[in-house]
């Protein structure tokens, strides 16, 4: 539980970051970068664009500073501002390349996946190709619900959307994969 | 859709796309090429709000309005 002078020392980092503090916006850095990066992968799944991502983020943060409410927490600010800049990255991919290419992305991550042999090898390629052809917005609130399994409120307020809205999403990024995966030939 | 099958395709996603490592982290200290990005391009000074779509739409009604109905004109004027 954090004490009284932890309190006032935060108040005092995030008063003097709205006002535009250098070193107050690299202690935030600092303090937050492991969380932000970790939000942000789980989203484009890809290491290499999540540091990029990173740096976007704390830009748009830098450059917002003066919109910030002292009286609001930072992170869940930052993380709205970072799954926008991701979901910029992912609309920007989309309209590049057509379809992503997820399985490389897949094959980048930190964690690789934990084979189930009830689940052919195929199946889970295509379901995860099937997966980057969806609307980016689908595929936030579907990654971040059902893979990472985060309460539907925090990707609500990352989103700027309500904990219904999440849960529609959800359901319409269910039902479009199933429609894909069902015109690949795989009843799921 | 069934519930069954609504499951199974979640099952599948989660098969397909392995949870990160929550223990992941950048590969690199990325502070001084946030330092780099805000240096070649600054923020913005905090000024009067940005206009937004409204206020376009409403200047482009009034224009309308103005170029449809030239007697009004003095009117507006009056008021400013």
Same mark, same amino acid.
């Given at each position: ?188 | ?26 590969? @690199?200290?990325? &502070? ?11 923020? !913005? %000074?905090?000024? =009067? $709000? @940005?206009?937004? &779509? ?11 309005? !103005? %170029?449809?109905? =030239? $007697? ?9």
């Amino acid at each position: 539980m954090p004490q009284g002078s932890d309190i006032v020392r935060s108040e005092d980092l995030l008063n003097r970051f709205r006002l535009g503090d250098l070193n107050a916006f690299e202690s935030l850095f600092r303090e937050h970068q492991r969380s932000v990066y970790g939000w942000i992968l789980r989203i484009v799944r890809d290491p290499a664009a999540a540091e990029d991502l990173m740096v976007e983020t704390f830009w748009r943060i830098h450059r917002a500073h003066a919109r910030f409410e002292p009286a609001r927490s930072f992170e869940p600010w930052a993380r709205r501002i970072a799954t926008r800049a991701a979901l910029d990255w992912l609309r920007a991919r989309r309209t590049e390349s057509g379809s992503a290419d997820l399985d490389q992305d897949v094959a980048d991550l930190p964690s690789k996946p934990a084979p189930d042999p009830g689940i052919a090898a195929e199946i889970r390629l295509k379901a995860s190709q099937a997966f980057a052809r969806l609307p980016p917005g689908l595929r936030i609130a579907a990654v971040l619900s059902v893979v990472e399994e985060q309460p539907h409120k925090d990707v609500a307020a990352a989103l700027g959307i309500s904990v219904g809205a999440v849960k529609l999403r959800v359901f319409r990024a269910i039902r479009l994969l199933r429609k894909d995966l069902l015109g690949q030939g795989i009843t799921p | 859709m069934t519930r069954q099958e609504e499951d199974r395709i979640k099952q599948l996603l989660q098969q397909s796309l392995p949870p990160v490592d929550p223990a992941a982290e950048p590969s @690199r200290d990325l &502070w001084p090429a946030v330092l780099r990005r805000i240096d070649a391009e600054p923020a !913005a %000074v905090p000024g =009067p $709000a @940005r206009q937004n &779509w409204f206020d376009w739409a409403l200047l482009a009604g009034l224009v309308v309005f !103005a %170029v449809s109905f =030239p $007697a009004t004109i003095p009117v507006f004027l009056y008021y400013l």
